[in-house]
């Protein structure tokens, strides 16, 4: 005879998550992907430099994008998509960077927002990317803070005068969906024994 252990009503079984990919962006495409956007906060610049898609210094493929230095008080940000996370937890964000003068690093940020159609003012510092390094450099942030929420959008700040340069590549949003949750009744469980 079987022995056959009762649970109270029902059985919850949980399917173990597995991480998503909710986002990549290799810019191979050769312009703005669909979805991003550049905003200028600040100063234009002498030269008008800000947020670009072009062909050189790509960590993969063909394609990065990048922000030169430039005279003036930038504040230059490029927008990510918005992503809807309310399924998911273990949010996180990666990107490939590296660049030049680090000496005269002025800023660059790694921001998020929780708003629908956010501005500016929305967002907070995730973390901060730093001085570039001279090589391509792997950077993940936990972007946790914002697990479960249905509008999430990231953004990558440049600020400065007369700073530095950097290049990105291979940008990644990854999370885990939230377990599965199936329940069974008294019967169904008595049935899986029989």
Same mark, same amino acid.
């Given at each position: 005879?079987?022995? @056959?252990?009762?649970?109270?009503?029902?059985?919850?079984?949980?399917?173990?998550?597995?991480?998503?990919?909710? @986002?990549? %962006?290799?810019?191979?495409?050769?312009?703005?992907?669909?979805?991003?956007?550049?905003?200028? %906060?600040?100063?234009?610049?002498?030269?008008?430099?800000?947020?670009?898609?072009?062909?050189?210094?790509?960590?993969?493929?063909? *394609?990065?994008?990048?922000?030169?230095?430039?005279?003036?008080? @930038?504040?230059?940000?490029?927008?990510?998509?918005? @992503?809807?996370?309310?399924? *998911?937890?273990?949010?996180?964000?990666?990107?490939?960077?590296?660049?030049?003068?680090?000496? &005269?690093?002025?800023?660059?940020?790694?921001?998020?927002? &929780?708003?629908?159609?956010?501005?500016?003012? &929305?967002?907070?510092?995730? &973390?901060?990317?730093?001085?570039?390094?001279?090589?391509?450099?792997?950077?993940?942030?936990?972007?946790?803070?914002?697990?479960?929420?249905?509008?999430?959008?990231?953004?990558?700040?440049?600020?400065?005068?007369?700073?530095?340069?950097?290049?990105?590549?291979?940008?990644?949003?990854?999370?885990?969906?939230?377990?599965?949750? %199936?329940?069974?009744?008294?019967?169904?469980?008595?049935?899986?024994?029989?």
């Amino acid at each position: 005879m079987k022995k @056959l252990i009762l649970l109270p009503l029902a059985l919850i079984l949980f399917a173990a998550p597995m991480a998503d990919n909710l @986002l990549t %962006e290799g810019f191979e495409g050769g312009s703005l992907p669909g979805g991003w956007d550049i905003w200028q %906060e600040g100063d234009p610049g002498y030269y008008g430099y800000t947020w670009s898609v072009a062909p050189f210094y790509p960590h993969t493929g063909s *394609y990065g994008v990048y922000h030169y230095w430039d005279y003036g008080d @930038l504040d230059n940000w490029l927008v990510t998509p918005t @992503l809807d996370v309310s399924a *998911y937890e273990n949010l996180s964000l990666t990107i490939w960077h590296m660049g030049a003068y680090p000496g &005269d690093y002025t800023g660059s940020y790694i921001m998020a927002s &929780d708003i629908a159609s956010p501005n500016a003012g &929305d967002f907070t510092e995730l &973390d901060e990317i730093g001085a570039p390094p001279g090589s391509w450099t792997e950077l993940t942030v936990d972007a946790s803070a914002y697990d479960g929420e249905s509008d999430v959008t990231f953004a990558f700040s440049y600020t400065g005068d007369y700073g530095h340069n950097i290049f990105m590549d291979d940008v990644s949003v990854d999370a885990d969906p939230v377990a599965a949750v %199936e329940s069974a009744s008294l019967g169904e469980i008595k049935a899986i024994y029989r």
